[in-house]
């Protein structure tokens, strides 16, 4: 008996020993994570941008995936395109932040190599890739929303699910900033890509890729009617639209917009797209992945969004506004920009 005793006893202290073998290898190897400096290693540059895997290019009639003897892009600064399995589209932004040493360029591109931070993912995609992929287009709604056209609203679209960039497709507004943060976040999620909200740090270097592009700086950071769908402009397009804040939907072919409040879907004219990029101006506020603090403790904590929308002047333009109501609205939908890792 007191033998069957002592074994069971050293048993139980076998267990207890392994038990913490394996539970300090854990923590060490936590620790060893949490203090590994991360790869900063090049990948590609802004000029030679890789494809991720998962999707396959496209080419535009501006922009070629032609590769050139000196190993960089044709098309690298035109809006190159890459497509998933099912139609996904984004566009390569390509960040070179040795700009001219102009007094214009340095006014408005505030942000400098030696202030990348490697901690920040962000930052990462300039240092390791040259640069991001944006939506194409503003998110559209779901495979199960699609079909709606009729009765939309907070109910019915303030939920998760996976967005799409494609065009003619509803975009997807009525939805708050935690269903579209989590929403952009699911569109992917692997060991090699994921996803998320743009930032206002990302949304700075589309606006500072458009203007060394030669697109006109009053356009891009004073007035954006030129290049948007605004309350004040006028112009013709083919698909989907609402003339109800984004309750219900007609469809109208080479149909005219003229003075008036119009949601419209996805990619619904060329007029507004720049660089193989639709509706970055106008159509429906974008969230970002940035909140505003508030100014008093009695404030509530809002969001920031860019682009103005349907409702708004050009004056609104590219850049951002904050918004203080975080209830979902009509007026606010969002974007999506991926991750290489």
Known sequence: MK?????????????????????????????????????????????????????????????????????????????????????N????????????????????N???KDELDINNIEDMQIIRYGGFYISRYEAGVPDSLQGITDN?????????????????IIPWNYISLKNAK?????????QHLSSGLPTL????????????CGYDLYDIYVDSSPIGNYSNVNFEFTGYYSED???SYK??????????????????????????????AGNVWEYSNNYFPPDSPDDIKGYICYGGHFDNIGSYNLSADALKNVVPLEKVGFRIVLYQK
């Not at 109208?252 to 970055?280: C, F, P, Q, V, W």
């Open 152 to 168: 939309i609203s907070e109910k019915t679209n303030d939920i998760q699910g996976i967005p799409v960039s494609k065009k003619g």
């Open 3 to 87: 033998r069957s005793i002592v074994i069971a006893i050293s048993i139980i202290i076998l267990f207890i020993l392994i038990f913490a073998i394996v539970l300090i290898f854990i923590v060490k190897h936590k620790e060893t994570a949490d203090t590994q400096e991360p790869d900063t290693s090049i990948v590609s540059h802004y000029n030679s941008p890789v494809i991720p895997e998962g999707f396959h290019s496209i080419d535009t009639e501006t922009a070629k995936w032609n590769k050139l003897e000196d190993g960089t892009i044709e098309g690298w600064n035109s809006g190159l395109v890459i497509e998933d399995s099912i139609g």
């Open 251 to 280: 469809f109208g072919e080479n149909h005219l917009k003229a003075g008036s409040n119009m949601i419209l879907s996805t990619g619904a004219t060329d007029r507004n797209m720049t660089n193989n990029i639709y509706d970055l």
């Open 110 to 112: 505030q942000y400098k």
């Open 89 to 108: 589209q984004f566009v390569w932004i390509p960040v070179n932040l040795d700009f001219p040493e102009d007094a214009v360029y340095r006014t408005v």
């Open 182 to 190: 989590k929403n952009a976040e699911s569109m992917y999620s692997s």
């Open 245 to 247: 804040y984004g309750k």
């Open 201 to 212: 740090k990302q949304r700075d270097f589309i606006a500072f890729w458009l203007l060394l």
